[in-house]
């Protein structure tokens, strides 16, 4: 049971804290823009190297720096919202769909062109893992990510459900037309869509660059698992999202758990595929999601 908790549960609320945060951004701007933002996962990219960047100037714990990688990935959101997205709101979804990948291509160009396609990391040496209880063995960063993404729910809940903006955002999100007959200021409503989808996919890309490495591909990796914990928790319902990551991430982990034998009950490698096996078995069989969100 420790070696569970340790090697197992812990890892696999981690990678579901780091899918969380990244699915909370695709569930919003489903639920808002209606189209699947296939950038995402590049955009935690690029705020995972704008936190990189400043810790070769300023050497201190990443996580300090986390506000450099969230304003170079909002400025980019909201700049290919301008001159890619927002053109084609008119037009057919698809075509909105179809500009995303070349959004996300252009992100991890960006990313090879400025910081090179190899693996770079932002604190290198072995890290020890705190002694809890002189049982449990807990990597210090797997704990600050889990805590950091509790918090980070619990604001979002609040932001949500009481403050205007909030509530406009969920306006917009179930009814876009009576909203805007009610008056609703819907682009301003985008524009924060925006700022906070991209504020947690640069937290969930630095999160994820320290517990790996940061790479060009590192979001384009994580991508379809973050859009199978969104699919899980519910299109356009953010509390939706953060739950399906932690039950994708946890999932991962524990079904490469020695259940009944000294070896693993699926090799490692494919343990991504879990993520997808519960997307397409959800899809077939509660397509709106845990939490009742939009049908795809």
Avoid: C
């Amino acid at each position: 049971m420790i070696d569970f908790i340790n090697l197992y549960l812990v890892p696999g609320l981690t990678i579901g804290s780091i899918y969380a945060l990244g699915a909370v951004g695709i569930s919003m701007v489903f639920g808002i823009l209606r189209f699947a933002h296939f950038a995402h996962g590049d955009l935690m990219t690029i705020g995972g190297y704008g936190v990189l960047t400043a810790v070769w100037f300023i050497p201190v714990n990443p996580l300090l720096l986390l506000p450099f990688g969230i304003a170079l990935a909002i400025v980019a959101a909201l700049a290919v919202d301008q001159f890619f997205y927002k053109p084609l709101r008119k037009l057919p979804t698809i075509y909105t769909v179809i500009a995303s990948f070349g959004v996300a291509l252009i992100f991890r160009s960006l990313a090879q062109l400025f910081w090179s396609s190899g693996n770079q990391v932002f604190v290198s040496g072995v890290r020890m893992p705190v002694v809890l209880f002189d049982t449990f063995r807990i990597s210090e960063l797997h704990m600050q990510v889990i805590s950091l993404t509790l918090i980070i729910a619990i604001a979002l809940h609040f932001f949500l459900t009481r403050s205007k903006l909030g509530r406009a955002m969920r306006a917009v999100s179930d009814e876009p037309e009576l909203a805007a007959v009610a008056g609703l200021d819907t682009e301003r409503v985008v524009r924060w869509t925006w700022v906070i989808g991209a504020s947690l996919a640069a937290t969930a890309g630095v999160f994820a660059g320290m517990d790996t490495s940061m790479h060009p591909n590192l979001g384009w990796n994580l991508l379809l698992a973050m859009f199978a914990a969104a699919v899980l928790g519910g299109i356009g319902k953010p509390m939706g999202a953060i739950v399906g990551g932690l039950i994708i991430g946890v999932a991962e982990e524990v079904a490469t758990f020695p259940w009944l034998t000294d070896e693993p009950l699926i090799s490692p490698s494919y343990k991504s595929a879990v993520a997808f096996f519960i997307m397409v078995a959800l899809l077939l069989f509660r397509p709106q999601g845990l939490f009742k969100g939009r049908l795809l």
